[in-house]
């Protein structure tokens, strides 16, 4: 039998939330393998092979290798890796990651069908005082937003209390790329932009699981896509940071599904 829908967005049986609860963990394992590889010299191309195997080894697959946009070439990595300015979607290659240099590593994986998403943004070696404060209010910024995700709150509440956050520190916030629903699908009902009004959107029901991301740029909010059809940048040039977990709304709250602390997994 198909999942109840309510207006277009699954809500997952206790069954269907055990899986996506291990393609999370499949997920947090090989985020624990990329923390443990990101160096100076290494290439974004060695840690996309970290990520293949660790998945592999963990008996499911990549979200995103051959994964299909609108008008965009297969994905041809296991990973996305962006550095600096890149915001997402930066396809691992022959790239070597310099000391200062600050990469987003996003990863996603299947179990049974279903999907895990999740991405964070990490030093390489040393960085700037101004950068290490980008990547912890991105950090921060995602803490706020699951906090605000619980039964009977609204989709508005998750966008405005990332948002608030970013304009306090100084930052912008991307609003041509979202969080969104998962489950079957990596990318389902409802979109949660990281910018909005609280109280406002969607209701959050139990058994909902969506994948909250913010998106923070040092400069504008803008954004250029490069030709090679994925990698998105910010129009000026500045550094970005994104933070992401794929979470289950329960009666308890948020739980999220991509930590390794997600009890469930620890039996
Ligand atoms: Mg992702
Ligand atoms: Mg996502």
Redesign the pocket.
Known sequence: MASPRTRGITLKSAKELELMSRAGWVVAQAKERLREAVAPGVTTGELDRIAAEEIARLGATSSFKGYTGVGAPPFPGTICASVNEEIVHGIPGDRVLLEGDIVSL?V?AIVCGFHG?S?FTCAVGSVSEDRQRLIDATREALRLGIAEARVGARIGDISAAVESHAIHLGYSVVRQYV??G?GRQ??EEPQIPNYGVAGRGPLLREGMTI?I?PMLNVGTWETTQLDDGWTVVTADGNVSAHF?DTIAITSNGARILTSLDDLSQRS
Do not use: N
């Open positions: 996003d996603g998403d991405a969080g969104h998962i990596m990318h994948a991301e992401e």
